[in-house]
């Protein structure tokens, strides 16, 4: 190695100034400048990936609700609620997992049906409708709930709130992140009896914003990284 040296100064025009290796002066500052080539580059990359990815919330909305076998008596409820969610993924880049999706209808801040959605693969730009049977079955209401809703029965609708909790996993190209996600709809207002009185809603979506852009193979993650109170433990 050090032979080989020797013969490429041997060959440089002038070899009364040594250059480069010999001064350990203008070693480091060519091993600083490299580093800082790098950094830049490797910002710079990081940075159009951004740019060119863009990501946007996944969109969710109730466009269908209708209700079937409704009765209440003695203060329990036996209830069929039907919704059609509409979720929508905006990404141009950025294909979801829905891994799992816990669904929850609540009414007066009381859960009184729960169902879950089969884990489901959302391409770019893609809209997907999910028809979603919540059964209420004996439910008992507590309080004010039972004098509420048998005065919404007779006003013709109902006023109800839909939960989603799931966990999904982003991909985009080669990066590959997971998740927590939370939707929001209310209220969701159904009548009892007309189904094409349903008045579409729009979902809140928590946290999505962060969504594409942080994933945990991705050094980026780490300098703005919000999104790890979401992350799985
Ligand atoms: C409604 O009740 C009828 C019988 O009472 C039953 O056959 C039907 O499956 C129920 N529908 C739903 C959606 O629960
Ligand atoms: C609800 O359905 C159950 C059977 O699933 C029945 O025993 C109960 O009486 C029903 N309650 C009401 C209020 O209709
Ligand atoms: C959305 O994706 C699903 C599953 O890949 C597919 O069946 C459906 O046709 C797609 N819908 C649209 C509007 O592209
Ligand atoms: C339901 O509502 C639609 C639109 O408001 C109306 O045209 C239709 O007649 C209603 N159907 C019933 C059974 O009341
Ligand atoms: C529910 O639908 C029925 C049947 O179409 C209609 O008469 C009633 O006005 C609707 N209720 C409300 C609160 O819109």
Same mark, same amino acid.
Request: charged content about 20%; some cysteine.
């Given at each position: ?22 001064? %350990?002066?203008?070693? &480091?500052?060519? =091993?600083?400048?490299?580093?800082? $080539?790098?950094? #830049? ?81 959302? %391409?770019?730009?893609? &809209?997907?409708? =999910?028809?979603?049977?919540?059964? $209420?079955?004996? #439910? ?94």
């Amino acid at each position: 190695m050090a032979g080989r040296r020797t013969s490429q100064n041997a060959c440089l025009p002038n070899p009364s100034r040594p250059y480069g290796s010999n001064n %350990p002066n203008s070693r &480091v500052r060519l =091993i600083a400048f490299i580093l800082l $080539a790098l950094i #830049v580059i490797v910002g710079l990359a990081i940075l159009i990936t951004w740019l060119a990815i863009k990501p946007k919330k996944i969109q969710f909305s109730v466009d269908e609700g209708w209700i079937q076998n409704y009765s209440l008596a003695n203060g329990k409820l036996n209830s069929t609620f039907n919704f059609v969610i509409r979720a929508y993924n905006p990404n141009s880049k950025g294909s979801i997992y829905y891994d799992t999706m816990d669904v929850k209808v609540y009414y007066r801040g009381q859960t009184v049906a729960t169902e879950t959605i089969e884990p489901f693969f959302q %391409p770019h730009k893609n &809209v997907t409708r =999910i028809m979603l049977q919540n059964k $209420a079955q004996n #439910v008992a209401l507590q309080g004010r709930a039972v004098h509420d809703l048998k005065v919404e029965r007779t006003g013709g609708e109902v006023d109800l709130d839909v939960k989603i909790k799931g966990k999904i996993r982003v991909k985009v190209g080669v990066w590959k992140s997971r998740h927590k996600m939370k939707v929001l709809c209310s209220p969701v207002v159904v009548n009892f009896s007309n189904h094409t009185k349903f008045r579409r809603i729009d979902c809140e979506v928590d946290n999505l914003q962060n969504l594409l852009a942080f994933s945990s193979t991705s050094p980026f993650l780490k300098l703005h990284d919000g999104a790890s109170s979401f992350l799985p433990p």
